[in-house]
């Protein structure tokens, strides 16, 4: 029996040892970046790990952590960083309490890296499960992966989840907002985006001028109005209404929400196959369109937004109005300009089927040429505003084949081939 006690003994001893010796040859692999490899080796010894001594096991699973979050296996890395925590920390080694601490953060990191491979390489489902997981590693510091795994499971269209962690974001009132530090650069004269440390130094730097701090946009926004049309997309609209205008009571002045909810209801209004809730929810959007022109009255956009709406109402003249007010405001808003030629246009129509209708009589000959006159009146307002979008954008087909057209019904022989050529010129490259 005491022989058998002896080599009980020396057994344990010689295992010890062995384990030390796999251990340190290990850490020798880690040290060197030879991931797969220390894997490999962790991996040979993990069956006998739980009868080591709680100084190998802190150990093993260190390592094992590491291991892991380098090669990408997150679910073992984290498994084995909450054994490694659950451990007494009398068994952590230098090495282990010195780091132990910095795990969590290294972990997140390359969870984070990764879900910016994914998302590059389009599998936005994979990048938004990394990202929750990194959330999940320190809900409170971490509360902007969780908002990034939303948006990138918007992406990878699973609705459900965007619309969960969207919700939860909601519920945490986040908003993103971060000060943001720029200085201007003397010698490029570009104004460049620095960090709070590099901006108190440079700020007293004879190299650098216009130092100023500001905050990034809130996110809140936006998440309310994903969360909206995202219940829209599932057929939930007044649940979707709900959401805009709970969140309109927060922020009543928000220009930005106000935008979301017009967006809203002219997304419910296209998807209607009731006309009449179409006609209701269009008329939605015109009132917030108005209203938001009233709280930034120098987007030349909202006025474009309702010079569609009022144009597809048959209210022309309030059309050109809106889109001559964008013009004014943007004029290089290639789209403004071609949809006032279209509603300008739009009163041709009626001109041709009434002359079509006319008879040989003086009385319907009289009538005819006064209609041509109308007719060309048309025309002749919309040149110069095709000649200056053709400015702006002179490959713009539509543009330069209404601008033939109507200069061949003018008679303006040498304006039309001169369009006719750029117009082949483009075609033929």
Do not use: H
């Amino acid at each position: 029996m005491k022989n058998y006690i002896i080599n009980l003994f020396v057994f344990l001893a010689l295992f010890a040892q062995g384990q030390k010796k796999e251990l340190r040859n290990i850490d020798k692999l880690i040290n060197e970046s030879f991931f797969k490899e220390a894997k490999f080796e962790l991996d040979k010894i993990e069956s006998i790990i739980e009868t080591s001594e709680d100084k190998y096991k802190a150990q093993f699973y260190y390592y094992t952590t590491i291991a892991n979050y380098e090669l990408e296996s997150f679910d073992k890395s984290l498994k084995s960083y909450q054994i490694l925590k659950n451990l007494n920390p009398t068994y952590y080694n230098s090495k282990i309490k010195d780091n132990i601490n910095l795990l969590p953060s290294k972990i997140t990191n390359s969870l984070v890296n990764s879900a910016i491979d994914d998302n590059k390489e389009g599998d936005y489902l994979e990048a938004s499960n990394k990202l929750f997981i990194a959330y999940n590693i320190n809900p409170e510091s971490n509360v902007d992966y969780l908002y990034f795994a939303a948006s990138s499971a918007v992406n990878g269209k699973d609705y459900d989840k965007a619309l969960k962690y969207y919700i939860d974001l909601k519920e945490k009132n986040y908003t993103g907002v971060v000060d943001l530090y720029f200085i201007t650069n003397k010698s490029s004269g570009s104004e460049e985006e620095v960090s709070k440390s590099e901006f108190e130094i440079l700020k007293t730097s004879k190299d650098y001028t216009n130092p100023r701090s500001t905050k990034s946009e809130s996110r809140y926004p936006e998440i309310v109005k994903n969360i909206a049309l995202i219940y829209v997309q599932q057929g939930k609209n007044e649940i979707a209404i709900e959401a805009i205008n709970e969140a309109r009571k927060i922020q009543p002045n928000d220009i930005s929400l106000l935008l979301n909810e017009a967006d809203l209801y002219i997304k419910i209004s296209n998807k209607s196959q009731d006309e009449e809730e179409k006609l209701f929810y269009r008329n939605k959007f015109k009132s917030i369109m108005e209203n938001a022109i009233k709280l930034d009255p120098e987007n030349g956009i909202l006025y474009y937004n309702l010079g569609v709406i009022y144009a597809e109402q048959g209210e022309y003249e309030l059309s050109k109005e809106k889109y001559r007010q964008a013009i004014e405001l943007k004029p290089d808003y290639v789209d403004a300009y071609l949809n006032l030629v279209t509603v300008i246009l739009e009163a041709e129509k009626n001109i041709v089927d009434e002359m079509n209708s006319l008879g040989n009589s003086k009385k319907d000959n009289i009538r005819y040429d006064a209609l041509k006159v109308s007719r060309e009146n048309l025309y002749k307002e919309c040149v110069p505003l095709l000649e200056r979008l053709i400015e702006i954008s002179p490959k713009s087909l539509d543009a330069l084949n209404t601008l033939k057209n109507i200069y061949g019904v003018l008679g303006n022989n040498a304006g039309f081939m001169q369009i006719k050529a750029k117009i082949e010129e483009i075609e033929s490259n």
